[in-house]
């Protein structure tokens, strides 16, 4: 792969990865709550889990959706509604950080990897990245290896965004530290995870009403 497409791929994964989103908002909510270390399974799970859609998106996933709008539709409406369930369940999380119990566990602990992972399907930000990445940068002929670099960078910069973003939730704990603002502050990651996916809201509501 030519150095050209390379940084053109890393360019669009890092301002893909950092920019705000359901992921994102997952993990700045769960390194508040139960601090960078202990999320990192769920940073590992959404990027490699990423990184394994955009591989089966390239593989031919990807033309099968468009070639079925329907499909592309429903996937849409799927993601849309785990979104808000997912919204409400941080909007009701409990308002006190997880306490190691007497056995040594904890009462709450962070999404799992495979959990992160199996997000990404219902993820509307997620399958439009994939869509227009394996669109932009992935060939069908020529450099079949192109794919598979796509996918790794992926991996690597949504790691390393996401950690950044788990960090950024740890560093708030010493702010948020009564259970009023740690209430307030789930409010308000409930409501940007509704908000970030009112535009895929509003393109599902066009497309039915254009197919209607």
């Known amino acids: 792969m030519s150095p050209d497409v390379f940084i053109a791929i890393l360019g669009f994964a890092v301002a893909a990865s950092i920019t705000p ?13 139960h601090g960078v270390a202990a999320s990192l399974r769920l940073v590992a799970g959404i990027s490699f889990g990423f990184a394994f859609m955009v591989l089966a998106v390239g593989l031919g996933l990807g033309a099968g959706i468009r070639a ?30 997880e306490v190691p119990t007497r056995d040594g566990k904890t009462a709450a602990r962070p999404l799992s990897a495979l959990a992160g992972a199996a997000f990404q399907w219902v993820n509307p930000k997620a399958w439009a990245i994939a869509l227009s990445a394996t669109a932009a940068f992935s060939t069908s002929g020529g450099e079949p290896s192109r794919l598979f670099w796509l996918a790794g960078i992926f991996a690597v910069v949504a790691f390393a965004a996401l950690t950044i973003w788990a960090a950024f939730g740890g560093a708030l704990r010493r702010f948020v530290d009564n259970p009023r603002a740690i209430f307030a502050f789930n409010i308000a990651m409930a409501l940007l995870l509704v908000a970030s996916a009112a535009p895929f809201a509003y393109d599902l509501a066009r497309d039915v009403l254009r197919s209607a």
């Open 21 to 33: 989103g359901p992921n994102n908002l997952l993990v700045m909510t769960s390194g508040l709550n």
């Open 68 to 97: 079925h709008p329907e499909l592309q539709t429903a996937i849409e409406a799927a993601g849309l509604c785990y979104m808000l369930w997912l919204a409400w369940k941080v909007a009701t999380a409990p308002t006190t950080f």
